[in-house]
Protein backbone atom coordinates (compact mmCIF):
# COMPACT_ATOMS: atom_id res chain seq x y z
CA UNK A 1 0.00 0.00 0.00
CA UNK A 2 2.80 2.32 0.75
CA UNK A 3 4.20 1.65 -2.91
CA UNK A 4 1.16 2.39 -4.40
CA UNK A 5 0.48 5.88 -2.31
CA UNK A 6 3.82 7.35 -3.16
CA UNK A 7 1.82 7.21 -6.78
CA UNK A 8 -0.69 9.22 -5.92
CA UNK A 9 0.62 13.44 -7.51
CA UNK A 10 -1.07 16.21 -6.67
CA UNK A 11 -0.06 18.61 -8.57
CA UNK A 12 -1.20 22.91 -9.33
CA UNK A 13 -2.85 23.35 -12.46
CA UNK A 14 -4.67 26.54 -13.71
CA UNK A 15 -8.05 25.30 -12.64
CA UNK A 16 -7.25 24.10 -9.28
CA UNK A 17 -5.57 20.66 -8.32
CA UNK A 18 -4.87 17.53 -11.02
CA UNK A 19 -4.74 14.64 -8.68
CA UNK A 20 -3.02 11.61 -10.59
CA UNK A 21 -3.97 7.70 -9.22
CA UNK A 22 -2.83 4.48 -10.46
CA UNK A 23 -4.80 2.41 -12.91
CA UNK A 24 -4.39 -0.46 -11.37
CA UNK A 25 -5.76 -2.10 -7.90
CA UNK A 26 -9.28 -2.39 -6.48
CA UNK A 27 -11.30 1.49 -6.12
CA UNK A 28 -11.39 0.25 -2.08
CA UNK A 29 -7.27 0.47 -2.31
CA UNK A 30 -7.92 3.29 -4.18
CA UNK A 31 -10.39 4.89 -1.60
CA UNK A 32 -8.15 4.33 0.88
CA UNK A 33 -5.36 5.62 -0.23
CA UNK A 34 -6.85 9.06 -1.12
CA UNK A 35 -8.57 9.36 1.81
CA UNK A 36 -4.88 9.03 3.53
CA UNK A 37 -3.55 10.90 1.35
CA UNK A 38 -6.26 13.75 1.41
CA UNK A 39 -6.38 13.80 5.25
CA UNK A 40 -2.61 14.20 5.85
CA UNK A 41 -2.59 17.17 3.19
CA UNK A 42 -5.77 18.47 4.08
CA UNK A 43 -5.30 22.06 5.45
CA UNK A 44 -3.66 22.97 2.34
CA UNK A 45 -5.75 21.42 -0.15
CA UNK A 46 -9.23 22.23 1.08
CA UNK A 47 -11.35 24.13 -1.02
CA UNK A 48 -9.63 23.46 -3.87
CA UNK A 49 -11.17 22.11 -7.09
CA UNK A 50 -10.19 18.73 -8.38
CA UNK A 51 -9.01 16.78 -12.22
CA UNK A 52 -9.07 13.64 -11.51
CA UNK A 53 -6.25 11.27 -13.97
CA UNK A 54 -7.47 7.80 -13.74
CA UNK A 55 -5.41 6.36 -16.65
CA UNK A 56 -7.05 2.93 -17.95
CA UNK A 57 -8.83 2.68 -14.76
CA UNK A 58 -12.53 1.62 -15.54
CA UNK A 59 -15.31 3.64 -13.63
CA UNK A 60 -18.89 3.56 -13.75
CA UNK A 61 -21.23 5.72 -12.60
CA UNK A 62 -21.41 4.23 -8.51
CA UNK A 63 -17.75 4.67 -8.53
CA UNK A 64 -17.20 7.73 -9.43
CA UNK A 65 -20.00 8.60 -7.00
CA UNK A 66 -17.69 6.95 -4.47
CA UNK A 67 -14.87 8.99 -4.95
CA UNK A 68 -16.76 11.80 -5.22
CA UNK A 69 -17.70 11.71 -1.93
CA UNK A 70 -14.11 11.12 -0.63
CA UNK A 71 -13.40 14.36 -2.26
CA UNK A 72 -16.31 16.46 -0.77
CA UNK A 73 -15.39 14.49 2.80
CA UNK A 74 -11.86 16.42 2.31
CA UNK A 75 -13.60 19.66 1.50
CA UNK A 76 -12.47 19.35 -2.72
CA UNK A 77 -14.55 19.63 -4.92
CA UNK A 78 -14.19 16.76 -8.17
CA UNK A 79 -15.07 18.49 -11.47
CA UNK A 80 -13.41 16.47 -13.80
CA UNK A 81 -12.29 13.12 -14.94
CA UNK A 82 -9.58 12.40 -17.27
CA UNK A 83 -9.38 9.05 -18.42
CA UNK A 84 -8.61 6.55 -21.11
CA UNK A 85 -11.25 4.16 -20.62
CA UNK A 86 -14.28 5.27 -22.57
CA UNK A 87 -16.91 3.86 -20.08
CA UNK A 88 -15.12 6.22 -16.95
CA UNK A 89 -15.63 8.91 -19.25
CA UNK A 90 -19.03 8.29 -19.95
CA UNK A 91 -19.69 7.64 -16.08
CA UNK A 92 -18.21 11.01 -15.73
CA UNK A 93 -20.52 13.01 -18.32
CA UNK A 94 -23.40 11.33 -16.87
CA UNK A 95 -22.38 13.03 -13.56
CA UNK A 96 -21.78 16.49 -15.41
CA UNK A 97 -17.93 16.30 -15.05
CA UNK A 98 -15.59 17.57 -17.36
CA UNK A 99 -13.31 14.77 -19.58
CA UNK A 100 -10.88 17.00 -20.10
CA UNK A 101 -8.92 20.20 -19.18
CA UNK A 102 -9.83 23.69 -20.54
CA UNK A 103 -7.63 24.29 -23.74
CA UNK A 104 -7.21 20.23 -24.75
CA UNK A 105 -5.93 19.43 -27.55
CA UNK A 106 -8.55 16.53 -27.92
CA UNK A 107 -12.10 16.03 -28.46
CA UNK A 108 -14.67 14.30 -25.47
CA UNK A 109 -12.92 11.19 -27.03
CA UNK A 110 -9.28 11.33 -26.44
CA UNK A 111 -8.68 12.69 -30.11
CA UNK A 112 -6.36 15.06 -31.06
CA UNK A 113 -7.12 18.11 -33.03
CA UNK A 114 -5.36 20.81 -34.94
CA UNK A 115 -6.23 24.19 -35.01
CA UNK A 116 -7.07 25.08 -38.74
CA UNK A 117 -8.40 22.00 -40.13
CA UNK A 118 -5.81 22.55 -43.25
CA UNK A 119 -7.56 24.56 -45.18
CA UNK A 120 -7.40 27.87 -43.01
CA UNK A 121 -10.98 27.39 -42.27
CA UNK A 122 -10.43 28.02 -38.66
CA UNK A 123 -12.01 25.11 -37.73
CA UNK A 124 -10.23 21.91 -35.91
CA UNK A 125 -9.32 18.67 -37.88
CA UNK A 126 -9.13 15.20 -36.32
CA UNK A 127 -4.86 14.11 -36.36
CA UNK A 128 -4.68 11.43 -34.19
CA UNK A 129 -5.99 9.17 -31.57
CA UNK A 130 -5.25 9.32 -28.00
CA UNK A 131 -5.73 5.57 -26.91
CA UNK A 132 -2.16 4.03 -26.71
CA UNK A 133 -1.72 0.33 -26.92
CA UNK A 134 0.66 -0.16 -23.85
CA UNK A 135 -0.88 1.97 -21.12
CA UNK A 136 2.27 1.15 -18.95
CA UNK A 137 5.02 2.04 -21.71
CA UNK A 138 3.12 5.26 -22.45
CA UNK A 139 1.56 6.93 -19.18
CA UNK A 140 4.46 9.37 -19.93
CA UNK A 141 1.56 10.95 -22.63
CA UNK A 142 -0.66 12.40 -20.02
CA UNK A 143 3.19 14.45 -18.12
CA UNK A 144 3.75 15.79 -21.60
CA UNK A 145 0.11 17.35 -22.81
CA UNK A 146 -1.35 18.25 -19.42
CA UNK A 147 0.09 21.65 -17.61
Not at 54 to 82: C, H, S
Request: hydrophobic share 45%; charged share 20%.
Amino acid sequence: MEQVASQIGIKGIREGLLISVPDRGSLADLVALLTVELAQKRAFLQGSQVALQVGYRKLDKEQVRQLQAVFEQNQLELWAILAEDPSAREAARELSLATRLSGSQTDLNGNFFVAGGGAGNGRCQRLASARWPHPQRDAAFWSVYLP
